[in-house]
């Protein structure tokens, strides 16, 4: 009888494969060249917050619009509009959903100015498919760049308890930059660090729903 020269300990090293299951998209991406569009969204936005009582839901301070602000109008509106609803299609097509499946998008934001500080507590989006943000102007960074942070939670709560706890990370942080566009699942908790700036953090937030359209 022939003796097997497979060492199965090795054999599993070399070939077994660790799969990520149900992973999160997260799409990021900082837009080139929006220096003249963020001074008018900066614009509007603080000439809106002047007459118009904030929205009280996460955010703990600062200011926040109603779900309007793709209504608003406006060159600069319209412009961000875009922008958003391609990144929408754009992290679609990255899912690599069947081909046969199309979807249209609707989606609404609101205006948020956080100051010294505010932040957002944990939270996430009910009855949406894709959330976002656009960042309008970061504001400053301070506090060791701590300050201000988006905060983005493992989606498993119950992983921090007993998967390797406290060496993998219970969150991801992501820095603010003037331009960046990101999107994430609606389902995903998310928060925002409290900001120490001087100027103000501004950002518009949005949640998209995913209409089928043909299949």
């Known amino acids: 009888m ?22 999160t998209p997260i799409l990021k991406y900082v837009l080139p060249d929006v220096e003249s569009l963020n001074d008018s969204l900066r614009e509007l936005i603080l000439e809106r917050e002047k007459s118009t009582p904030s929205e009280s839901k996460s955010n703990q301070g600062g200011w926040q619009s109603s779900g309007d602000f ?8 319209n412009t961000l509009s875009n922008y958003i609803q391609k990144a ?12 046969n499946f199309k979807f249209e998008f609707e989606f609404y934001g609101w205006a948020a100015v956080n100051r010294k500080g505010n932040y957002n507590t944990s939270h996430c989006h009910p ?79 949005f949640n998209a729903h995913a209409r089928l359209t043909a299949m």
């Open 127 to 205: 009855m949406s498919t894709w959330s976002g943000i656009y960042y309008v102007d970061p504001g400053d960074h301070v506090d060791g760049g701590n300050g201000g942070l988006l905060e983005l939670s493992h989606p498993v709560n119950a992983s921090v308890m007993s998967f390797f706890p406290a060496i993998l990370p219970p969150e991801i942080t992501i820095k603010p930059e003037a331009g960046m566009l990101i999107l994430f699942p609606s389902y995903l908790q998310h928060s925002v660090r409290a900001y120490w700036g001087e100027r103000p953090r501004i950002s518009v937030p």
């Open 2 to 23: 022939s003796q097997s020269k497979h060492n199965p300990i090795a054999d599993m090293a070399k070939d077994a494969e660790l799969e990520h299951l149900f992973s």
């Open 70 to 77: 793709f209504r608003w109008g406006g060159s600069a509106v």
């Open 88 to 99: 929408l299609d754009i992290a679609t097509a990255k899912l690599n959903l069947p081909d």
